[in-house]
Antibody, heavy 119, light 107 residues
Framework: EVQLVESGGGLVKPGSSLTLSCVAS????????MHWIRQAPKKGLEWIAL????????YYADSVKGRFTISRDNSKNTLYLEMNSLRSEDTAMYYC????????????WGPGTMVTVSS | ETTVTQSPASLSMAVGEKVSISCKTS??????MSWYQQKSGEVPKLLIS???TLRPGVPSRFSSSGYGTDFVFTINNVLLGDEGIYYC?????????FGSGTKLEIK
């Protein structure tokens, strides 16, 4: 059974940093692209980052480019999101999601971790 | 960037009715459109993936059609348990973009 479990969220002040983690199990993590997707309170879904299975390529939404960094450790089955220069508009539930093989839809999602940016 | 325009924003349907949701894209995305259901307080769930492919375990009441820039998601014989928000998502090019969502209420 595929499982994705995020952690690392919390309440932080504007301008600060935070790193999220997502531990994967139940599939061959090193074979799949992985994503971070966020959802602000009462708002829709926003894709924010993709990393290829082998970390060879990374892509970001313009809203986070230059501030967020996606990475992975295939030996630990773990996906990361390093978030710097956080803003109030980054307040959201952050989900990690698995790609379909060779595709870019999101077939499994973690339960999410909440990030609140407030002074 | 491909913009995805989803309509309507909300629907109120009776049990047994047919639901139709539209997504239009600003660029040609072939059939790289997927559909998700998010029930209240839950994580989004993939219902239909690229190529109008119904995911395993998803009832055949759910279907989709479309190619290029115009896509339609359909629920036949809607049930009370289908209440939630439905999103479309294009996976043709980065940034991957979602529609704004359609909130489905069952009367």
């Amino acid at each position: 059974e595929v499982q994705l479990v995020e952690s690392g969220g919390g309440l932080v002040k504007p301008g600060s940093s935070l790193t999220l983690s997502c531990v994967a199990s139940g599939f061959t993590f090193s074979s799949y692209g992985m994503h971070w997707i966020r959802q602000a309170p009462k708002k829709g879904l926003e894709w924010i980052a993709l990393i290829y299975y082998d970390s060879s390529n990374k892509y970001y939404a313009d809203s986070v480019k230059g501030r967020f960094t996606i990475s992975r450790d295939n030996s630990k089955n773990t996906l990361y999101l390093e978030m710097n220069s956080l803003r109030s508009e980054d307040t959201a539930m952050y989900y990690c999601a698995k790609s379909g093989l060779g595709t870019w839809y999101f077939d499994f999602w973690g339960p999410g971790t909440m990030v609140t940016v407030s002074s | 960037e491909t913009t995805v325009t989803q309509s309507p924003a909300s629907l109120s349907m009776a049990v047994g009715e047919k639901v139709s949701i539209s997504c239009k894209t600003s660029t040609d995305i072939d059939d790289d459109m997927s559909w998700y259901q998010q029930k209240s307080g839950e994580v989004p769930k993939l219902l239909i993936s690229e190529g109008n492919t119904l995911r395993p375990g998803v009832p055949s009441r759910f279907s989709s059609s479309g190619y290029g820039t115009d896509f339609v998601f359909t629920i036949n014989n809607v049930l009370l348990g289908d209440e939630g928000i439905y999103y479309c998502q294009q996976s043709d090019n980065v940034p991957f973009t979602f529609g704004s969502g359609t909130k489905l209420e069952i009367k």
